[in-house]
């Protein structure tokens, strides 16, 4: 049985979204480097440390917490080492394993970029929003992922 292609409705919505990948997203990275001095891979990085508590993960649950692949994040923590702004720290349970978190040189820069970044957020992307229309785009995302989440569960269950 073949898979059905998207109707008119579906690729009018898929290009809308693409649109505003394409028109948000580089301005945004464009500020962040001119602005913070960061990449946008920098800055992602930052915010899943920052989504812990401790600021720390695994390699693994910091890829799993970006959508990385392994090898991506893996050359882009080793950058960001470089530049002192990320540091190794060994697992005490797992001498095989480490975590990745923020040397204070790291800490300092994005806590001076997130500000600004936010700022330009609100400028390009929640000033041209009603309340109903982001409650409504975060519903949007939340169905999307959930799909996408399950289609790839299936996925693996079925290999």
Known sequence: MGT?????LQV??????HAIRVTVIPPLARHLSEHCGL????????????STPDMELK??????????EMGRLSHQISRMETKGLLIRKQCPVDARSCFIGMTKK???????ALPL??????????????NQQMKNLIEISEA????????????????
């Open 59 to 68: 390699p693994s649950q910091l890829a799993e917490e970006l959508g990385w």
């Open 12 to 17: 009018e919505a898929w290009m809308a979204f």
């Open 144 to 159: 999307v992922v959930e799909h996408v989440t399950r289609a790839k569960t299936r996925e693996t269950t079925t290999k």
């Open 117 to 130: 970044q936010l700022k330009e957020v609100k400028r390009l992307f929640g000033d041209a929003l009603t």
């Open 39 to 50: 990449s946008e891979a920098e800055y992602q990085v930052f915010i899943g440390l920052r």
């Open 4 to 8: 059905k292609l998207a109707n008119d």
């Open 106 to 112: 790291g800490k300092a820069l994005i806590d001076k």
